[in-house]
């Protein structure tokens, strides 16, 4: 079955630096690769996702990468901000499943 | 605005004990998950409900029972509460069921069992 592993598992960065979490995972059927956000006590929430047809998706400071070769996919932050702290999941799957990597807890000091 | 509610946010139990956590959905969504959250091993599908009428076992479904009640209404069962089963659970749902689509999170309910 699907395996995603996520690092790091924690990241400490400075406010306005950058902050990048990479996912990869084993099956090369996945093709729905979401990211999630998990603020404190609150359940978690869809900030990103890309379909495997494309290489990269951009949101205001938020994209993401996908290598399907390599089989791994890249969450990158620019300009952080105390906000952005928080948990951050990336997942991979296709029409019959969807498996969540561990999570990253990131940090922006101020 | 509600979204996904669940009930209760909190709860401690005994081994052995039973409880039933209860989820709802105002979206109109076709589909309805039952996740569980523990440390290090980001989010576990138990059981996921693809349309009214129907349930599927996920990942970890051992030890639990779901009964989609409605559209609206999914519901996970502890029959007989274990330690292992401490942990963090969150109900979820979506407007369609293949995997390729944004879920909607609850806020958690966070179960302990003593």
């Known amino acids: 079955g699907e395996n995603v592993e996520q690092h790091p598992s924690t990241l400490s960065v400075q406010e306005g630096d950058s902050a990048v979490i990479k996912c990869t995972y084993s099956d090369s059927a996945s093709n729905y690769f979401p990211w999630y956000k998990q603020e404190l006590g609150k359940g978690p929430q869809l900030i990103i996702d890309i379909r495997s047809n494309v290489g990269e998706k951009k949101d205001q400071r938020i994209a993401v990468t996908l290598n399907k070769t390599a089989k791994h996919f890249s969450l990158h932050i620019t300009e952080t901000q105390p906000e952005d702290s928080a948990v951050y999941f990336c997942a991979a799957g296709d029409g019959n499943k969807l498996v969540f990597g561990a999570g990253t807890i990131l940090r922006v000091k101020s | 605005n509600a979204g996904v509610t669940q009930t209760p946010k909190f709860q401690v139990l005994k081994t052995g004990q039973s409880m039933t956590l209860q989820c709802a959905q105002d979206m109109n969504h076709n589909s309805m998950y039952w996740y569980r959250q523990d440390p290090g091993m980001g989010l576990r599908l138990i059981y996921y409900?693809?349309?009214?009428?129907?349930?599927d076992k996920g990942e970890v479904p051992n030890g639990y029972n779901v009964s989609r009640l409605n559209k609206r209404e999914f519901s996970l069962r502890l029959e007989s509460a274990a330690p292992s089963q401490t942990s963090v659970y969150f109900c979820?749902?979506?407007?369609?069921?293949?995997?390729?689509?944004?879920?909607?999170f609850g806020e958690g309910s966070r179960l302990t069992v003593l």
């Open positions: 409900s693809a349309s009214e009428g129907t349930t």
């Open positions: 979820a749902s979506s407007a369609g069921h293949r995997w390729t689509g944004e879920l909607f």
